[in-house]
C-alpha cells in the first residue's frame, strides 16, 4: 500500500478467519478484493489445516482433537507477532473467535459475520444442536472430525443457492468439522467454564460490528441479534447489520461483494475508537 492509500487511521493489514466446515479457501474472494486495494491480507488456516482439502477430507485426523480455544489462540500469537493492531474479521465459528480475540484487547476493529454465539450471548440454533447431539452418541465422535452429507451441507449452508451451485460450493471449499470443537460451540451454554466465554458488559474496548444474514440456516438473525442486546451494555463501538436474503454461505454466495465492502468500511472508519 503506498503512502497516498494509507486509510487515516494508518491501519493496513487485515486477517480474515473461516469457520466450522471450511478452510481459509472460503476468503478467497475477500483476499482476492481487498489485495486490489492495497491492503495486506492475511487468511491463515485453523492449526492443522495446513494440508490440502482432500486430504483433510480423506485423512482429518490432524484436526480432531481442535477446539476453540486453540483455534483463538493460534490466531491471537499471529495478531500479537503483527506487531500494530489489523482489522479482524471472522464467518460463522470465526465469528466467536473474533469476538474472543477482542475481549483480549486484540485487534484494530472487529467484524463477526454470521457468528456462532459467545457463552451466555445468545440460544444456539437447532441445526447445531443437533449436530452437536451427534457427537454425544458415541464418546469416540467428539475426538474426530464430523462430516456433513450434501443434503446436510446444503441445508445448514447454501441454501439460497440452486442445487448444482450449492454442490459446487461444497466440492469447493467443505472439510469435517472437528468434533470438539462443535460440542463447544454447540453446548456453550451448558458448560460453567465454557472457553466460549466473553464479558459482553466490561472486558472490551475494540470496536465491533455484528452482521447477520436473514436467511442463515445455521446461526440465524436472532443469534446476532441477541448478541448485539448484550453488548450494548458495554462502553465500546458496537454495531448491528443485517443482510435479509442471504444465507450462511454469504461470504461467497453472488453479491459477496456488497457485504465485503461495507465490512471493510465501516471496520476503517471505526478502527481504534476505543473507549
Given at each position: ?140 465422535p467428539a475426538h474426530k472430525a464430523i462430516p456433513l452429507r450434501p ?125
Amino acid at each position: 500500500m503506498s503512502t497516498d492509500d494509507v486509510p487515516p487511521n494508518g491501519i493496513d493489514t487485515i486477517v480474515l478467519i473461516h469457520g466450522l466446515w471450511l478452510t481459509s479457501l472460503s476468503w478467497e474472494h475477500w483476499v482476492g478484493r481487498y489485495s486490489a486495494r492495497g491492503y495486506r491480507v492475511l487468511a491463515p488456516n485453523w492449526p492443522g489445516m495446513d494440508a490440502g482439502i482432500e486430504e483433510l477430507r480423506q485423512h482429518p485426523s490432524a484436526i480432531a482433537r481442535l477446539g476453540v480455544a486453540e483455534v483463538a489462540d493460534h490466531y491471537d500469537h499471529l495478531i500479537r507477532d503483527l506487531g500494530h493492531p489489523p482489522v479482524i474479521i471472522g464467518h460463522s465459528v470465526g465469528g466467536l473467535v473474533v469476538q474472543i480475540l477482542l475481549d483480549r484487547g486484540l485487534g484494530a476493529a472487529g467484524v463477526a459475520i454470521d457468528p456462532a454465539p459467545a457463552r451466555g450471548l445468545g440460544r444456539p440454533s437447532l441445526p447445531m444442536l443437533r449436530v452437536g447431539l451427534s457427537t454425544l452418541r458415541n464418546p469416540a465422535p467428539a475426538h474426530k472430525a464430523i462430516p456433513l452429507r450434501p443434503g446436510q451441507f446444503r441445508r445448514m449452508f447454501t441454501n439460497t443457492l440452486s442445487q448444482r451451485h450449492a454442490a459446487e460450493v461444497r466440492e469447493r471449499y467443505y472439510i469435517p468439522g472437528p468434533g470438539r470443537a462443535t460440542r463447544q460451540v454447540s453446548f456453550a451454554n451448558f458448560a460453567l467454564d465454557a472457553v466460549t466465554g466473553v464479558d459482553a458488559d466490561r472486558g472490551r474496548h475494540v470496536p465491533l460490528l455484528l452482521i447477520s444474514s436473514g436467511q442463515d440456516h445455521i446461526f440465524p438473525d436472532t443469534v446476532a441479534k441477541a448478541s448485539f442486546k448484550r453488548y450494548r451494555q458495554s462502553k465500546a463501538v458496537t454495531r448491528y447489520k443485517e443482510f435479509p436474503e442471504r444465507s450462511h454461505y454469504t461470504i461467497g454466495e453472488p453479491g459477496w461483494e456488497q457485504l465485503a465492502d461495507y465490512a471493510l468500511r465501516w471496520s476503517m472508519e471505526n478502527a481504534l475508537a476505543r473507549t
